[in-house]
């Protein structure tokens, strides 16, 4: 690690890296460009066993990069670019495999750029991009999307360990967009959503885009058919602006927010039934009685969610 360039080693450094890493050249030459020395290589790097700690935790059995590039006297990072391919990523437990990309590095303008990534994912797709300033004001911009992921398989996946059994299905698309600085958590925001489509939801996941997921039993005796959550977040923070859980006999719709520090959750739900009269005088007061048919609010930890009955404000109105 200390024989890394400064500026690569403050990226890495707090992922807390581990493996074995292999490097094979398989051309190196040595030019002298105005009387600086520049060195041009091509060659393949292998990682076996790699992990991640910190505070993005994952493990691979094998990552391998083809790379070629050059490096001119004086400058920090080499220019480089090279492919590479990942097998069994486990990012919280869910599997990748597999998973490609692109790297290319460019000394003049300090950055570094992981695009064309691609992943199956629970028999869907995983696609991404992160691009990193490395320099005097290191900040990065990372876009992910999921697209057709198989929510019983992926609620199931615990890898290395077997999988679990899971009532849950549907079919997930979601995309997460995320800004900050390196040197500084307190400036990362993002934002994304995620749909949950041809579904039965028996436990309902409250899905923080590829970062959380809290299974939270609610009082619902029917399965869920489809789920929209949008959301934003700041540092720590995650304000989920719209949740909707959607069946055939009710429907939970609400907001709220998780920190990703504490795992502390405060979301305020309701329920409403998506049918209604039609008598106007009557139905006014049905639809006022149908928004409000069950207020929720869920406290607690993503592990251990606590969910309570609020008093329905139709019921309290008379008496204020």
């Known amino acids: 690690m200390q024989a890394l360039p400064s500026p690569a080693r403050r990226f890495i450094q707090p992922l807390d890296p581990h493996g074995a ?63 590479f391919s990942l097998a069994n990523l486990a990012v919280g437990g869910k599997l990748i495999n597999p998973l490609s990309g692109r790297i290319i590095t460019d000394a003049d ?37 999921l697209t057709k992921v198989g929510l019983g398989r992926m609620l199931s996946e615990d890898y290395p360990r077997p999988p679990q059994p899971t009532h849950n299905s549907g079919l997930v698309d979601a995309t997460l967009h995320l800004v900050g600085k390196l040197a500084n958590s307190a ?30 039993r609610l009082p619902i005796s029917r399965a869920f058919t489809h789920a929209d959550l949008k959301y934003s977040l700041h540092h720590n923070t995650v304000d989920f602006s719209n ?40 139905g006014f007061f049905f639809g006022l009685a149908r928004a409000q048919l069950l207020q929720i609010w869920i406290n607690g930890t993503v592990a251990h969610p606590k969910v309570h009955a609020v008093p329905l404000r139709l019921m309290t109105w008379p008496f204020e």
């Open 243 to 282: 949740i909707s859980l959607l069946s055939s006999g009710i429907n939970v719709v609400g907001g709220g927010s998780l920190n990703i520090h504490t795992h502390k959750l405060n979301i305020h739900m309701q329920t409403e039934s998506p049918n209604g009269t039609r008598l106007p005088i009557i």
């Open 187 to 216: 400036t990362r925001t993002g934002r994304g959503n995620l749909t949950i489509s041809k579904a039965s939801l028996f436990n309902v996941p409250l899905a923080m885009g590829l970062m959380q997921i809290a299974t939270l």
């Open 21 to 83: 890493l292999y490097l094979t050249l398989s051309s190196l030459s040595l030019t002298v460009v105005k009387t600086k020395s520049r060195w041009n290589f091509t060659g393949n790097l292998i990682i076996s066993h790699a992990t991640t700690g910190g505070w993005f935790k994952t493990s691979a059995d094998n990552a391998a990069v083809s790379l070629a590039g050059r490096w001119l006297q004086g400058q920090s990072v080499p220019d480089v670019v090279g492919r």
């Open 109 to 145: 303008s300090q950055r570094i750029t992981i695009d064309q990534v691609k992943g199956d994912v629970a028999g869907g797709t995983l696609q991404g991009a992160v691009r990193l300033n490395v320099g005097k004001n290191a900040n990065y911009k990372a876009d992910f999307s």
